[in-house]
C-alpha cells in the first residue's frame, strides 16, 4: 500500500490573526460607511427628511474609516439614490465667465439639446446633487492646542424661504439654533469636476453653479391642497463661483 504524504503543519495562531487583520480592518470600515450614512427620508411634522446616523457608527467611521476609505478611492456608502422614490427632480445651471467676471456662456445640465442617452446619463449624474445630508452639530466646546485649526464644515445658509448659499465655516460656528444641511462630499467633487470641464472647453476662467431643484409632491396633498404650491417651487441652491 503506497503510504499517504505527510501533513503539512498548521501555520502558527498569532501568524494567522496577524494576516486576517487587514482584511478585518478593511471590511469594517465599508461596513462602518454603510451604518454611518444618513437614513430616511423618514416623515417629520415639517415634512420628510434624513436621519442622522447613530453616533456609535458616526464617531469611529470619520475618526478611522474615512480617512482610509478616502486613501482607496471607497468612499461611497452603498445607498442609492434609485433606491430613494420620490426624490427631488433638478438641473444645473453653469454661467461661465472670464477673467474679468465677464459672462460668456450659459450651460445647463441635462442639457435639453443633447442626444436622448447623453441626457439621460446626464440626469442620472445630477441626481447625486441633490441628496444634501444634515449637519451634525458639535457636541461640546473643543479647546484646540496652538497651530491647530478648526476643520471648515459647509452647509446651506438659507437667504430667504426658497433660496440657499453654500457657506464654509469652522466647525464651532456651525448653528446649533436650527437644522441645517450640506452637501455630500461626493457631490462636491462631482459639482467641482463639471465646472472645470466646462471652463475648459469653453476658454473660461471661472464658474458659477447654481442648482435648481424641485420636491416631488407629498401624499400629504391628498389631504391637505395647501401644501402643494410650496412644494412645486423651484428650491435655488447657490455653489458660489468655482475657479478654473
Known amino acids: 500500500m503506497p503510504s499517504s504524504p505527510p501533513r503539512q503543519a498548521p501555520w502558527p495562531r498569532w501568524l494567522i490573526f496577524l494576516a486576517s487583520a487587514p482584511i ?7 461596513i462602518l460607511a454603510a451604518l454611518a450614512a444618513p437614513s430616511g427620508p423618514w416623515a417629520t ?18 475618526g478611522v474609516a474615512m480617512p482610509y476609505l478616502q ?55 445630477i441626481r447625486w446633487l441633490v441628496e ?7 457636541r461640546g466646546e473643543r479647546i484646540y492646542p496652538p497651530g491647530l485649526l478648526p476643520k471648515r464644515v459647509p452647509f446651506w445658509d438659507m437667504v430667504d424661504a426658497r433660496r440657499l448659499v453654500l457657506l464654509e465655516v469652522p466647525e464651532p460656528e456651525v448653528p446649533r439654533n436650527r437644522m441645517v444641511y450640506r452637501p455630500t462630499p461626493w457631490s462636491l ?26 420636491e416631488s409632491v407629498s401624499p400629504e396633498a391628498l389631504v391637505n391642497p395647501q401644501a402643494v404650491p410650496s412644494a412645486i417651487e423651484e428650491l435655488v441652491s447657490d455653489y458660489g463661483r468655482i475657479p478654473r
Open 189 to 214: 467633487v462631482v459639482i467641482r469636476s463639471i465646472a472645470r470641464h466646462e471652463c475648459r472647453v469653453h476658454g473660461a476662467a471661472h464658474a458659477h453653479v447654481t442648482r435648481y431643484s424641485r
Open 71 to 125: 486613501g482607496i478611492g471607497l468612499t461611497h456608502n452603498y445607498h442609492f439614490a434609485t433606491n430613494r422614490v420620490g426624490s427631488p427632480d433638478a438641473y444645473l445651471e453653469v454661467r461661465l465667465e472670464d477673467a474679468d467676471g465677464k459672462p460668456l456662456k450659459t450651460v445647463r445640465f441635462p442639457d435639453p439639446d443633447a442626444p436622448p442617452l447623453v441626457r439621460q446619463r446626464q440626469h442620472q449624474l
Open 45 to 62: 411634522p415639517d415634512g420628510t427628511g434624513l436621519a442622522l446616523p447613530p453616533a456609535a457608527a458616526a464617531l469611529p467611521y470619520e
Open 24 to 30: 478585518v480592518f478593511h471590511l469594517g470600515c465599508v
Open 132 to 138: 444634501d445630508q444634515p449637519v451634525a452639530p458639535p
